[in-house]
């Protein structure tokens, strides 16, 4: 079950995945760095959030190619009873982007874009008159990763 044998490694390492990433951010006007957000670590498999440029402020009153967007995630790891999301039951060694959970319900609609799993990072929102902060969390824990919505 899961990974067999020991996974250690005494010296620090990039992970080239998840380093020296860089986007064009259309508000500043300039290239910047994508860091590292969060990262959450099961008994098998790890999942890394990215703090990559955002957009949440899409509408029905805007333009009709207006759309929000949210942090990246990356997965990796043993993947024996599907945590990873990517459908299969393979381990994956390297950091992997994994379409999004309604990637099904997109091809039914004949939208044949290639989306990947984000997450919304924090926001104020009003909710039955109140104000109230939001966010998406991930954890990775024994066998399974949970993503949920934390205030």
């Not at 064009?24 to 290239?31: H, I, Q, R, S, T």
């Not at 890394?48 to 190619?65: F, Y």
């Not at 994956?92 to 989306?115: C, F, L, T, W």
Request: with cysteine.
């Amino acid at each position: 079950m899961g990974f067999k044998g020991t996974h250690v490694q005494g010296i620090p390492t990039k992970i080239k995945a998840l380093s020296g990433l860089f986007e064009y951010d259309e508000v500043a006007n300039k290239v910047i760095p994508i860091r590292l957000s969060s990262l959450s670590v099961g008994a098998t498999h790890a999942a890394a959030v990215m703090n990559n440029v955002t957009h949440l402020g899409a509408s029905n009153h805007g333009s009709e190619s207006d759309t929000n967007w949210g942090a990246d995630v990356l997965w990796w790891g043993g993947n024996e009873f599907y945590q990873l999301g990517t459908g299969k039951r393979n381990n994956v060694s390297s950091p992997v982007y994994i379409p999004p959970m309604d990637a099904e319900a997109d091809k039914e609609k004949g939208r044949k874009e290639d989306h990947r799993f984000q997450i919304t990072p924090r926001k104020n929102i009003r909710f039955n008159g109140r104000n109230a902060s939001v966010e998406q969390r991930i954890e990775c824990g024994r066998g399974v990763t949970a993503v949920y919505s934390g205030t």
